[in-house]
């Protein structure tokens, strides 16, 4: 049996991989090249992925259980300013699942640990937006979070869907009971009976002591929540379908079984009916789901959200970093609202974060977000598609002509003739583009 805690403090400082930011392999260890048996020079300028095969990341992407050449590892990355690098901490041609289990627990517990210090979950007064589109699904969450129906919560990334699944449960009825989440992704198939209905002493060798309780029993009298859902396999999709109908769960190695009476709330940010449609997701689990389909909206169809949330994250971080900011200038607010946000609040949150960490006076600017310019996805995307692809030369023109006109009326409080005269155009030229652009 392969000690894993033990070895993840050691180690071998003799094999890794390093890679760009884009995931290409720029250095390889020799002993990395013998280990696997492979020619040196072999892997430079390959993709890690051609390499790791299945991986799940743990915590903050920093352990990564994947498969390398057939061997199944454990690989601990480190993310440094311009690279990173891949140490390994674990091959072995079969890794010993319970210890993986009682692993990844122990990673999860400082996590919860961290999460309980706080104690307080997040509850709809902490949802930012006065917005009428994220308004409608606060009323709506609201009065379906006293009933005990199943939720899916389905949106983009970033847009709130965790945030929504608590403020759901703290209105419940079962508010004081606990709200345990699942990370479907965080799963690998072979761990998801172990992990979802728990095991008894001795169900396999190597089991704990005393047995395990799965998440489903420690969300009993509570919620469970299942996050990207979509990610399940096709399997683990059949066996949870099976405990959400029958409502019983049997640890494994176990002999009775338990009615579960737990609320389930899912979320996914794809579409889980193409996926039924194309074979990917079992359609009788899509139905049990599919009780309340809440959709939260992405952040550019409800840019009215866009600065009171900068707001509260400017006060969020003004707390943490000790800071005392209270403005934002004008460059930036244009910015902020004219950007699309395909990473959504999640990346709204962090690019104030960012800025917060420089700005060393009073006043937010977009100078001190730092967006590097050969990144095309902090790149204001009036300039890209939605699908982060160029748009052509002369529609991106369009779109500057329309952000600066519309800069010109607004400096000049919608006079036409000052405006004209700021752009160095004549004013017939300037109430030609307002018409052609269908500008106000
Ligand atoms: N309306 C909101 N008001 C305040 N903060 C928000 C709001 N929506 C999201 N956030 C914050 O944005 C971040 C991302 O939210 P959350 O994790 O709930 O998104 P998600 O939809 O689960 O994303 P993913 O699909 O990537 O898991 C969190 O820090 C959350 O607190
Ligand atoms: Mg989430």
Redesign the pocket.
Known sequence: MVLVKKRIDEVDDRLYVETNKSHKITDVSPAFYKEFNINEGELIGKSIYTIVSRHTNFGKNKVIFGKLFGYSCLLRMKNLEDKKIYHILLSEQNIDYIELISFINSIEAKKYKKKSIKQNR?SFD????QSPA?QRVKELASKIATNNSTVL?T????????????AIHELSTRKNQSFIAV?CVAIPDELFESELFGYEAGAFSGAKQEGKPGKIELAQNGTLFL??ISELSYQSQGKLLRVLQEREVERLGGTTSKKVDIRIIA???RDLKTLVENGKFRQDLYYRLYVFDLQ?PPLRVRKE?ILP?TY??IEFYNNKFDKEVTYIDSGLEDWLLTYEWP????E??ACIERGMNIVDNDTLTLKNLYLPSNNKSSMPVSLMQENMEFLSLHAAVENAEISIIKQALDDANGDRTIAAQKLKISVASLYRKISKYKLK
Not at 155 to 166: D, I, P, R, V
Not at 343 to 346: E, P, T
Request: hydrophobic residues 35%.
């Open positions: 997040y902490d949802i930012i937006g994220i919560l949106g983009e990334s970033g847009t709130g869907k965790e945030l929504f699944a608590q990370n996050d990207e979320a996914t940010n939260i959200d949330l509260s994250f990473g959504n609040i999640r709204l949150k």
